[in-house]
Nanobody, 126 residues
C-alpha cells in the first residue's frame, strides 16, 4: 500500500512558478516509478512527467518540456514537480501517482499507475 498526498498548488500569474510536492507513506516508494498527471474538468487526464525509482531517468510531455522538472527525494519519501514559466493552459488539478510494479520503465498511461493522490489545484491567471 502506498498513500500519496499532494501539496503546493495555488493561484499564480502567468510566467510565475510553483513547486508541487507529493508525500508518500507506506511501502514501495523507492522501488516505484512516480508520475505527475493533470486533469481539467470534462477532459482526459494528461500525462505530465515521470521519474524512475532512483530519479536517474525522467520523461516529460512535450507541452511542459523545458518548463517543468520532476525530481524525488527518496530519503524523504517525497516527489516534486517544479513548474516554471506557467501558462494559463497549465491550469488543472495535478495528481501524483505510483507505479509499484516497475522501477525503471516510464509509462505515460494513467492506467499503469496503481496509487493516486487526491490532487492539488493549480490556477494560472493572465
Amino acid at each position: 500500500q502506498v498513500r500519496l498526498e499532494e501539496s503546493g498548488g495555488g493561484l499564480v500569474q502567468a510566467g510565475g512558478s510553483l513547486r508541487l510536492s507529493c508525500a508518500a507513506s507506506g511501502r514501495n516508494f523507492d522501488d516505484s516509478v512516480m508520475g505527475w498527471f493533470r486533469q481539467v474538468a470534462g477532459k482526459e487526464r494528461e500525462f505530465i512527467a515521470a521519474t524512475s525509482n532512483n530519479g536517474g531517468r525522467t520523461n516529460y510531455a512535450d507541452s511542459v518540456k523545458g518548463r517543468f522538472t520532476i525530481f524525488r527525494d527518496n530519503a524523504k519519501n517525497t516527489l516534486y514537480l517544479q513548474m516554471n514559466n506557467l501558462k494559463p493552459e497549465d491550469t488543472a488539478v495535478y495528481s501524483c501517482a505510483a507505479d509499484i510494479t516497475d522501477g525503471l520503465v516510464l509509462k505515460p498511461q494513467s492506467y499503469e499507475y496503481e496509487y493516486w493522490g487526491q490532487g492539488t489545484q493549480v490556477t494560472v491567471s493572465t
